[in-house]
T-cell receptor, first 113, second 118 residues
Framework: SQKIEQNSEALNIQEGKTATLTCNYT??????LQWYRQDPGRGPVFLLL?????KEKRKERLKVTFDTTLKQSLFHITASQPADSATYLC????????????FGAGTILRVKS | DSGVTQTPKHLITATGQRVTLRCSPR?????VYWYQQSLDQGLQFLIQ???????AKGNILERFSAQQFPDLHSELNLSSLELGDSALYFC?????????????????FGPGTRLTVL
């Protein structure tokens, strides 16, 4: 069955540094990959989508890479701020599967000032 | 605010009972998705409806059922509740019908319903 692995440990970084979160997957060939942010007790909020034919996507301080050979996506937050502290989820999907997203367990990011 | 509403916000009930969770999608969205999030399982896809029809199914238990009504709101029914059903239940919506050839759209999540089974 599909398996998605994200950094199991929480990531603690200093304000102003770049946070890099990892999403690895097996037994799956996603057509696209999405990153979501989730704050405690709230619903996930969509951040970025990257397709299998795209290597990199950027949005303001966010950057996502997608390597289908390594079966890995990296999510970067540059110039991190305490307000970026949250859980970040990666999710994989294929249109043939009805846009059914398969989510990773998430990585907790803590940015300290 | 995502535009997706869910009621109730919290629900406390006993084992063996039946509950109904309600979701109203964003204006204009025809697809509704239901997810379960528990501490040990993460976010798990349950089922998707598009314009009233079931589109995709995940690991949804037979004790659970859902439907989407003509006004596009959706309900998730959970019956014969067990302690292990305690979780956050999220509804999401999108304009994407979710079949091959259509550009994938993002999903907008509601605030969730926290279900506690005692």
């Amino acid at each position: 069955s599909q398996k998605i692995e994200q950094n199991s440990e929480a990531l603690n970084i200093q304000e102003g540094k770049t946070a890099t979160l990892t999403c690895n997957y097996t037994n799956y060939s996603p057509a696209y990959l999405q990153w979501y942010r989730q704050d405690p007790g709230r619903g996930p909020v969509f951040l970025l989508l990257i397709r299998e034919n795209e290597k990199e996507k950027r949005k303001e301080r966010l950057k996502v890479t997608f390597d289908t050979t390594l079966k890995q996506s990296l999510f970067h937050i540059t110039a991190s701020q305490p307000a970026d502290s949250a859980t970040y989820l990666c999710a994989l999907g294929r249109e043939e599967y009805g846009n059914k997203l398969v989510f990773g367990a998430g990585t907790i990011l803590r940015v300290k000032s | 605010d995502s535009g997706v509403t869910q009621t109730p916000k919290h629900l406390i009930t006993a084992t063996g009972q039946r509950v109904t969770l309600r979701c109203s999608p964003r204006s204009g969205d025809l697809s509704v998705y239901w997810y379960q999030q528990s501490l040990d399982q993460g976010l798990q896809f349950l089922i998707q409806y598009y314009n009233g029809e079931e589109r995709a199914k995940g690991n949804i238990l037979e004790r659970f059922s859902a439907q989407q009504f003509p006004d596009l709101h959706s309900e998730l029914n959970l019956s014969s509740l067990e302690l292990g059903d305690s979780a956050l239940y999220f509804c999401a919506s999108s304009s994407d019908p979710g079949f091959s050839g259509v550009t994938t759209d993002t999903q907008y999540f509601g605030p969730g319903t926290r279900l506690t089974v005692l």
